[in-house]
């Protein structure tokens, strides 16, 4: 017998025992013993482990929030769509050559004195929500919301969270066959 025989032998005698029984420390016991063999998972197995994914990411709730953000996958959902604003924002700041926006301007009227060397606030906004009004994904385009989520998205690249990283991880999507 060669190693092959053996790795088939095991890992068929857990398929078998996970097809009649589902129960997860036989997936364990496989996933577990094909990292320990260095060998690749068996697809039974690979799309065992990927269906306890998605049912962990649709159904499963954090704890301690309540909600409608309390599910995992609605809170990705709604930093992904803070996140679209964010970089809208940031696209407009650098077509215009500024690293952040400027403050807002002043109620009342201008002075004299006062320079309009530049875009202001509120014209990088209007031009940020134009470029998401047809991205479905941005969720609302409201003035307020461009604003809030490039507050709320800064603030937590600044303080190094990793959770509006989203450009550092390649989203995979089923490829459509042509």
Known sequence: ????????????????????????PILFSAVG????WKIPLPEWASVAVLNLII?????????GVKGPHARLKSRMT????????WSAVRSCL?????DELPEPAKKGRPSINSKSDG????????????????????????????EESY?????????GEDRFRFEDFQLIAPQSAT
């Not at 650098?94 to 500024?98: E, K, Q, R, Y």
Request: aromatic share 12%; charged share 25%.
């Open 151 to 159: 507050t709320t998205v800064s603030d937590s690249r600044a303080a």
């Open 1 to 24: 017998m060669n190693h092959q025989e053996f790795y088939d032998g095991y890992l068929n005698g857990w398929k078998k025992h996970w097809e009649e029984t589902g129960l997860l």
């Open 119 to 146: 875009p202001t606030r509120d014209s990088l906004i209007k031009e940020a929500m134009q470029l998401l009004s047809k991205n479905k994904y941005a969720q609302s385009v409201t003035r307020e919301a461009v």
């Open 94 to 98: 650098f077509l215009a050559g500024l």
């Open 78 to 85: 709604k930093d992904y769509a803070h996140y679209l604003r």
């Open 33 to 36: 013993m094909c990292g320990e």
């Open 55 to 63: 049912d962990n990411f649709n159904t499963k709730s954090m704890p």
